[in-house]
Nanobody, 118 residues
Framework: VQLVESGGGLVQAGGSLRLSCAASGSTFSINAMGWYRQAPGKQRELVALISNRGGSINYADSVKGRFTISRDNAKNTMYLQMNSLKPEDTAVYYC????????????WGQGTQVTVSS
């Protein structure tokens, strides 16, 4: 499985961005997917998770009500709509996929930079 993020960039506080994560390869093995982020000097943290068919979604408290995770399995793509962005949302955002392949249960994308200016 290969994961490629896109959609990051520089935005002013209060603005919006939409991240995409395109999956390729053995996409049939993908189960849940998620977005994580890592700010400079901080540990990587979970932003949002979505189950295989989208029936179960979880958000970090810091993004609830502002971010929306979704996925289009027909396009093998996951999204993160980010509204009301704050400077503290500045980080590298990573796409993650959990698979049914016991030999390789998780995959990561290369990350996309999101910078929110005040």
């Amino acid at each position: 499985v290969q994961l490629v993020e896109s959609g990051g960039g520089l935005v002013q506080a209060g603005g919006s961005l939409r991240l995409s994560c395109a999956a390729s390869g053995s996409t049939f093995s993908i189960n849940a997917m998620g977005w994580y982020r890592q700010a400079p000097g901080k540990q990587r943290e979970l932003v949002a998770l979505i189950s295989n068919r989208g029936g179960s979604i979880n958000y970090a408290d810091s993004v609830k009500g502002r971010f929306t995770i979704s996925r289009d399995n027909a396009k093998n793509t996951m999204y993160l709509q980010m509204n009301s962005l704050k400077p503290e949302d500045t980080a590298v955002y990573y796409c993650n996929a959990l698979t049914t392949n016991w030999a390789h249960p998780t995959y990561w994308g290369q990350g996309t930079q999101v910078t929110v200016s005040s």
